[in-house]
Every structure is written in C-alpha cells, then in structure tokens.
C-alpha cells in the first residue's frame, strides 16, 4: 500500500531553516511526481512545490521562490523540502503527496490539489520571533 510520511516540522525564528522529509513506502519516490502542500488554520492547502517523475522539473509556488528546494534521496526512498529565510506566514501543516495514476508525467508536475490522490498526515512548521 502506497504511504508518505512526513518529518522534520518544528518551532523556529524568522529567518531560520528547517528540512521536511517526505519518506515513501509501498513505491519507489524516484518514480513518482511527488508535491509539497501547506495547510494554515481557516485556510485552503495550497500547492508550494512538486518535482516529476524524471526528477528533472520541479516547480514552486511564488511565494516560496528562492527560498525553498525541492529534492530526492532514492537511496533512501525520501523527497526533502529544504526551506530557507522562514517568515511567520510560512507557519502551516506541511503535507506531501503523490498523484493519481492519470496525473502523474515524465517530465511535468503540477501544484493542484485535486491531482494528488496519496496524502500524508503532515508536520507542523511554525515560525514566531
């Protein structure tokens, strides 16, 4: 059965940086499109980023542009988003997912929601001075 959990969430400054795992189990991650999603109290989960299938595209929400990166470990069956120059409306649930079969494309990934079918329970990042 395809899983993801995610790691790494925590209680920091602005400014700071955090690394979220994303560990798959039942697949293999290096062939998988697999995305990054925030959920804020009251709020919709957005798309922030995704990487595809080939590893070679990966797209990220504007707001986090620059600031965040997206990567793999096949190694280790684990995609990482490394997140830098936290600010406090970065404060969410931070969630991975992969895509339903027919979302799912070599060389493409997409940030909406309604693509995404495997979800795991997220962590929590929460940035405060």
């Known amino acids: 059965q395809l899983q993801l959990e995610e790691s790494g969430g925590g209680l920091l400054q602005p400014g700071g940086s955090l690394r979220l795992s994303c560990a798959g189990s039942?697949?293999?991650?290096?062939?998988?499109?697999i995305g990054w999603f925030r959920q804020a109290p009251g709020k919709e989960r957005d798309g922030i980023s995704c990487?595809?299938?080939?590893?070679?595209?990966?797209n990220y929400a504007e707001s986090v542009k620059g600031r965040f990166t997206i990567s793999r470990d096949s190694a280790k069956n684990t995609v990482y988003l490394q997140m830098n120059n936290l600010k406090p409306e970065d404060s969410a649930q931070y969630f991975c997912a992969a895509p339903y079969p027919w979302a799912s494309a070599d060389n493409m990934c997409l940030m909406t929601r309604d693509d995404y079918a495997y979800w795991g329970l997220g962590t929590q990042v929460t940035v405060q001075g």
């Open positions: 990487t595809s299938k080939d590893g070679v595209t990966t």
């Open positions: 039942g697949f293999l991650v290096e062939y998988s499109t």
